[in-house]
């Protein structure tokens, strides 16, 4: 049976039928349900509601606080988790500073609590009641040695208490967080109004899109000629992600995950174009990459398509420097090891191939002093979307069956 | 008793990190075993996560000399004070004597320091210094 797959972004829309792929721009005057049906209307009423399947990334992204024993252990799990579930870290706290770390201000969608293996008991006190009562949050979640889980529940109030991500030989364990952070993260999109509207169009669940691209990336390499170890920069209106074998983590973490995913809230080229250029203007390289596209940064201020084509090469220059040696606040990857680079997203139909070409290469001169790169493949017809939403729904048959 | 271990730097010497491993263990300790390539604060931190009795760095290529210099500060930060700090193998590059390596260790906080020692005698050595001790 032919299906209909609907992509709802932050920007555009995507729709994917029998007549193939097509997007257009989200009018913002309008609901997402009414934009979408006055857009490819006429498309939706060929389906019925069990055919069409739809996925959104629109206003998605979780705040979070994670408190922490030890920078090696619990706040670097909690923090891959984390990210691999589509939060948005905005601090960590370690206990030991807690009483002179700054209070956030902002309301914070989910705390997580983490410390010690499941045999050591006593570890938090007072101090850390103090420090919550200070916050504000929605959610909180107890993820730390479960002798201190009964102590914790008694004195916090809608604790959520799950099992240590912390295993008793210092391994991660990270199944149980990352399935609650993410049933978050799907409620928190899935909750918005505009999006609980769709529900009149389909029958079938709607999913995160950052969850259908990561569903994908194990075919990746088999339909596409993509070589591991790979990433996927899906450069899109409101953030930019990075989906990356675990291969290239110099984490050395285990988990039954093979890929890794990494949300840049700010670096995207449409609803947060301020945000990335801010965070161009003060990289030490742009003005030299700007010279060496042959602009000025008075491209920057500009609106026209040459100024978009510009950004969008900044920001594959901006998340690669990310998660590179060169910035050490996200997680690293071994950029040398890397044999592939496939992009997805909106950019993929407004960059040539050249254009994105010479951006990796002055990356790779630039960053990693080398004139080799990896193969470059723009994912211009969205087959990793796809594949992803087609991969979800295969797997839900099989389950049924 | 709880015992941290590894080797400290840029040290792949995975064989004599898996004989300590074994050795304790042999000997009634609980191990935690990071392994080779070890960062000093991993060391603290992984003591602090499993709340350790001691902290038994290795070192094959005589890096440790280096690595292992801010270990007061880190000890401080996290008030680390019954926690058994050693430290053995081939503590310096090149030739040196016990009476020059040993002190320079000690004033880095080590409680024991093994240089060039075999595993075994080190190993009866600190159960005789957590004997007194207790």
Not at chain 1, 154 to 167: D, F, P, R, W
Request: hydrophobic share 40%; with cysteine; aromatic share 10%.
């Amino acid at each position: 049976m032919s299906k209909l797959l609907i992509d709802v972004g932050s920007t555009y829309f995507k729709i994917s039928s029998d007549d193939g792929v097509e997007q257009q721009f989200r009018d913002f005057s309008k609901t997402i349900f009414d934009d979408l049906t006055s857009k490819f209307g006429d498309t939706i009423n060929k389906y019925n509601k069990e055919s069409v399947h739809i996925c959104s990334s629109a206003n998605g992204g979780l705040s979070t606080l994670i408190i922490g024993l030890t920078n090696s252990f619990s706040l670097k799990y909690a923090k891959n988790i984390a990210f691999n579930s589509g939060i948005n870290i905005i601090d960590t706290v370690l206990y030991h500073h807690i009483d002179k770390s700054a209070v956030p201000g902002d309301l914070l969608d989910v705390v997580i609590v983490v410390g010690g293996i499941d045999s050591v008991g006593g570890i938090y006190d007072d101090k850390l009641f103090k420090y919550l009562e200070k916050l504000s949050y929605s959610n909180i979640v107890y993820v730390g040695s479960q002798k201190d889980a009964q102590y914790l529940s008694k004195n916090i109030e809608s604790l959520v208490v799950l099992e240590n991500i912390i295993t008793d030989k210092l391994k991660m364990k990270e199944e149980a967080l990352k399935e609650y952070l993410t049933n978050l993260y799907q409620q928190d999109i899935v909750g918005k109004e505009d999006i609980k509207h769709l529900y009149e169009l389909t029958s079938n669940q709607i999913y995160s899109t950052p969850y259908i691209v990561n569903q994908s990336l194990p075919y990746v390499d088999a339909r596409h000629e993509v070589i591991n170890p790979f990433i996927v920069v899906d450069i899109g209106g409101a953030t930019t992600d990075i989906h990356y074998s675990r291969d290239l983590s110099r984490e050395n973490m285990l988990s039954e995950s093979e890929y890794d995913r990494l949300v840049f809230k700010k670096l995207g080229v449409y609803k947060s174009k301020e945000s990335l250029i801010f965070a161009a203007k003060n990289n030490e390289f742009v003005y030299e990459l700007l010279n060496y596209l042959n602009v000025t940064e008075n491209i920057l201020e500009q609106t026209d398509e040459k100024a978009l084509r510009v950004l969008m090469q900044l920001s594959i220059f901006l998340v690669l420097c990310k998660v590179s040696t060169h910035n050490s606040m996200y997680i690293t990857l071994n950029l040398h090891l890397l044999k592939s680079i496939v992009l997805t997203g909106g950019i993929t139909k407004v960059l040539s191939f050249e254009e994105v070409e010479s951006i990796v290469q002055f990356f790779y001169k630039k960053i990693l002093h080398t004139t080799a790169i990896p193969t470059i493949l723009l994912d211009s017809n969205y087959d990793i979307w796809t594949l992803g939403m087609n991969a979800i729904e295969d797997k839900r048959i099989e389950n049924v069956n | 008793m709880k015992v941290v271990t590894g080797v400290v730097g840029n040290d792949i010497h995975v064989v004599a990190n898996r004989l300590i491993d074994i050795s304790l263990q042999a000997r009634g300790f609980e191990v935690f075993n990071l392994g080779v390539n070890t960062h000093l604060e991993e060391f603290i931190d992984a003591a602090v996560e499993s709340d350790a009795d001691i902290i038994l760095i290795s070192s094959l290529n005589g890096e440790a000399e280096g690595w292992c210099r801010d270990l007061q500060f880190l000890r401080a930060e996290y008030a680390l004070k019954n926690v058994v700090f050693v430290i053995g193998g081939n503590l310096s590059v090149g030739e040196a004597k016990d009476e020059d390596i040993v002190p320079k260790y000690e004033s880095y906080g080590f409680d024991l320091v093994f240089h060039q020692v075999d595993l075994n005698t080190g190993l009866d050595k600190l159960e005789e210094f957590l004997g007194k001790r207790s």
